[in-house]
């Protein structure tokens, strides 16, 4: 099964509006963290934003926040006020704990063109 | 935050011939981890690369297809051996500076590889 879900493979926005990118995950581990990433043409990986798994209060950082749901599993993106910059690939990454370490898990991606 | 840089950026190499990509870390990292990136897709775990020990490798990946070494906090290698066209892809190095809940994997810029 799948552990982590993006179910958008692209998504349209317009220049200066609000987006929300959808992440579900699979886990049975108490302890875990949600992480966001960016790709953009270039092929680097940018990390975005954290949510720990024991957060009371969704992250933010900036233009992006973090929509946590802890009993739906999920774990969505949202961007502010849109910018062309933000054109790319979004990736939803899990990292879990084990007694042995640790293991990141990557989604899907969805892909992210902002209109002007 | 750390800076990571590999070595090459790109190759093309021909069917049956080796690769080795270098991963240097500008400061001390708990852990390091190499994936791979094919067309499109999402990142595929392929090991977690130990200091002074023997690579982790996932499922589906082998030590004798990709051997690994880390022999200190700040580098890594990976080698692609026996090369062929399905190994084409990027190949990325991560770091995880700790292992503290917040703490996100930074990566290398990646090395695009073109198998003939």
């Known amino acids: 099964a799948q552990k982590i879900t993006q179910t958008q493979p692209g998504m349209f926005v317009q220049e200066k509006e609000a987006v929300t990118l959808d992440c579900t995950y699979d886990t049975s581990d108490p302890s875990y963290g949600l992480f966001w990433y960016k790709q953009p043409s270039s092929g680097e990986m940018i990390f975005l934003i954290y949510?720990?798994?024991?957060?009371?209060q969704n992250a933010t950082e900036g233009r992006y926040s973090l929509n946590f749901q802890k009993a739906r599993k999920s774990a969505n993106l949202v961007i502010s006020a849109s910018q062309l910059g933000d054109s790319a690939m979004y990736f939803c990454?899990?990292?879990?704990?084990?007694?042995?370490?640790?293991?990141?898990?990557f989604g899907p991606g969805t892909r992210l063109s902002v209109l002007p | 935050s750390a800076v990571i840089s590999q070595k090459p950026s790109r190759d093309i190499c021909q069917r049956g011939t080796s690769l080795t990509i270098q991963c240097q870390v500008d400061s001390q990292v708990t852990m390091m981890f190499w994936y791979r990136q094919q067309p499109g897709q999402s990142l595929t775990l392929i090991a977690t690369?130990?200091?002074?020990?023997?690579?982790?490798?996932e499922s589906g990946f082998v030590i004798d297809k990709f051997p690994i070494s880390r022999p200190n906090l700040t580098f890594s290698t990976l080698t692609v051996s026996n090369m062929s066209p399905e190994d084409s892809s990027i190949y990325l190095c991560s770091g995880l500076p700790g292992l503290a809940g917040g703490d996100e994997q930074f990566f290398g810029p990646g090395t695009r590889l073109t198998v003939l």
């Open positions: 690369a130990n200091q002074g020990s023997e690579a982790t490798y």
């Open positions: 949510q720990g798994s024991y957060d009371q």
């Open positions: 990454a899990m990292r879990e704990e084990f007694n042995y370490g640790q293991n990141f898990v």
